[in-house]
């Protein structure tokens, strides 16, 4: 429902009834999504592509945006948002999920809930076409915070999930790059973790909510070529997805990074105990305390007065975000 915070001024009796004593501030909402981060630059997009990704990302915000504005929860905005881009086969999420090792999909994805920090993930799950709607099962409906493989699979049967066969999630373009990387791993007698010309993909999205409540949400295929049930940021509750009552994080990028330095917790941490701006706190940890460790990512976060930031260290990320009743703001490169 929506709710008006009503402030009393100063030392004036407050009746909650609006007059020249009292200032009644809505409570802002937003939200801002994002479908990975990396090596994205004008010559490596055709404009047809462009155009796709970006009319992808706009499908997306507005999904969440109808619930948010009709005074839905963050949770459930945040779930819309990201399984329009599960369902799409342009990123590494739900049906665009890239291949692991053995020519399978192995799907992560977590939640947040700010106001209670009630949260649920999957990790490697193989047959549910939507994991965050998994996650968000884990969550309402079990005891626990994160489920893995066969038995999260298991768990959804239970539950009456979505289930589709592991190779729905087949698409080409997907196997020619665990093709390129197993070539590239050849050459190298390693394996890049970033995968082929460093594209990530996950999805993400995070909300404020007309009555002040955040949440995150995370969904991801991994990284291309992925073994021996590698698991990476995205369904670890504190690394790739985070919220509390005064902030909410999604991240994309190179998971071990993530994953060692809690980057998604680090930036709410920041937020609350340093008191800067979410701006500037998602600043700190992406720019800086990646970059130094090696970390190629971004994220995307919004605070409790839907201030948002956006930052990434790679050349690009797919992203957007609308506040309120704003028109959305799509993005790609690093110089829009
Ligand atoms: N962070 C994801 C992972 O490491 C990959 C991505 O962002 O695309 O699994």
Known sequence: MRRLAVICMALVAC?????????KTE?????VVHGGAGTL???QLSPEYEQQIRAAMAASLAAGHEILAAGGSSTEATI????????????????????????THELDASLMVGSDQRAGAVASVRNVRNPI????????????VMLAGEGADQFAREKGVELVDNDWFDTDFRLQQLHQAKQEDNLQGMLNPLGVEKKFGTVGAVAVDMDGELAAATST??????????VGDSPIIGAGTYANSGCAVSATGH????????????????????????????????MDVLVRAGGEGGVIAIDRDANV????????????????????????????
């Open 80 to 103: 819309a948002a990201v399984v329009v881009l599960e369902e799409s086969p342009l990123f590494n999420a739900g049906k665009g999920s890239v291949y692991t090792w053995e020519e």
């Open 255 to 286: 998971g071990e990074y993530f994953i060692r330095h809690a980057v998604a917790h680090d930036i709410c941490a920041r937020h609350a105990y340093l008191d800067v701006s979410i701006k500037e706190a998602a600043d700190m940890v992406v």
């Open 309 to 336: 930031a956006l930052p990434f260290n790679t050349e690009g990320m797919y992203r957007g975000y609308q506040v309120g009743d704003n028109d959305p703001v799509v993005g790609i490169f690093g110089d829009e």
């Open 133 to 144: 709607r998994l996650a968000q099962l884990v969550m309402d409906d079990s005891p626990h």
């Open 15 to 23: 009746t909650g009834v609006e007059s020249e004593s009292t200032m």
């Open 41 to 43: 630059t004008r010559s």
């Open 221 to 230: 295929g991994g990284t291309t070529a992925k073994r021996w049930g590698r």
């Open 27 to 31: 409570q802002p909402y937003g939200l």
